[in-house]
C-alpha cells in the first residue's frame, strides 16, 4: 500500500500563486510514478502534471503549460506542484496520485493511490 498526504491547498486571486505539496509512503518502488489531478464541482477529475521517477520526463496540460511546475524530491518522497499565475478556472480540488507499476501516467487510469485531495480556489 502507498499512502498520500496533500497539503498547500487555500484561497487565493486570481493572478496569485499556490504551492501544493504532496507525500508518499509506504510500500513505495524507486521509480514510481506520482502525478497531479484535479477535479472542478461538476467536470471529470483531468490530468495536470506529471514528472517520472529522475526529472528527465514531464508532461502538462496544454491548460496550465507555462503556469504550473511539477517537481519532485525522491529522497523525501515528496512531490511539488508550483501554481503561479492562477485562474478562477484553476478552482478544484487538486489530488496527488502514485503508481509503483509504471514510470509516468498521464491518464487516472494508470494510478493505483490517491490523496484525499487539496481544495484550491481562486477568486476572480
Not at 471529470?44 to 496540460?61: I, L, P, Q
Not at 487538486?94 to 480556489?121: F, H, K, L, M, N
Request: overall charge positive; some cysteine.
Amino acid at each position: 500500500q502507498v499512502q498520500l498526504v496533500e497539503s498547500g491547498g487555500g484561497l487565493v486571486q486570481a493572478g496569485g500563486s499556490l504551492r501544493l505539496s504532496c507525500a508518499a509512503s509506504g510500500r513505495t518502488s524507486s521509480t514510481f510514478a506520482m502525478g497531479w489531478f484535479r477535479q472542478a464541482p461538476g467536470k471529470e477529475r483531468e490530468f495536470v502534471a506529471t514528472m517520472n521517477w529522475s526529472g528527465s520526463s514531464t508532461y502538462y496540460a496544454d491548460s496550465v503549460k507555462g503556469r504550473f511546475t511539477i517537481s519532485r524530491d525522491n529522497a523525501k518522497k515528496t512531490c511539488n506542484l508550483q501554481m503561479n499565475s492562477l485562474k478562477p478556472e484553476d478552482t478544484a480540488v487538486y489530488y496527488c496520485a502514485a503508481d509503483p507499476r509504471i514510470r509516468i501516467g498521464r491518464t487516472s487510469g494508470e494510478y493505483d493511490y490517491w490523496g484525499q485531495g487539496t481544495q484550491v480556489t481562486v477568486s476572480s
